[in-house]
Nanobody, 119 residues
């Protein structure tokens, strides 16, 4: 389907910011809904943010509302996750995912990028 590669993870202190990028390859990227998910040690993978094909609609988990912003640049085949006011609870491996429909299923996944927020 579509191939995804995340980048931008790293170590940041609480209160800091990071911007994750997800570079996609494929002829029909602009038609895909995109999402960010995360998985912390010992926890299930959880939805973080989603965006429809045009960028006109976005969705966020309650835990990140007001702090994270998902966006996309279809001309660059890239989706972003700007993370502000990071908390230690945000520590996780973050995954980019793509869906052919707005609400899933997400059939294409990136390899993940580690985000670690220190106290």
């Amino acid at each position: 389907q579509v191939q995804l590669v995340e980048s931008g993870g790293g170590l940041v202190q609480a209160g800091g910011s990071l911007r994750l990028s997800c570079a996609a390859s494929g002829r029909t990227f602009s038609t895909y809904a995109m999402g960010w998910f995360r998985q912390a040690p010992g926890k299930e993978r959880e939805f973080v943010a989603g965006i429809n094909w045009s960028g006109g609609s976005t969705w966020y988990a309650d835990s990140v509302k007001g702090r994270f912003t998902i966006s996309r640049d279809n001309a660059k085949n890239t989706v972003y996750l700007r993370m502000n006011s990071l908390k230690p609870d945000d520590t996780a491996v973050y995954y980019c995912a793509a869906s052919r429909t707005t609400y899933g299923p997400f059939g294409s996944w990136g390899q993940g990028t580690q985000v670690t927020v220190s106290s």
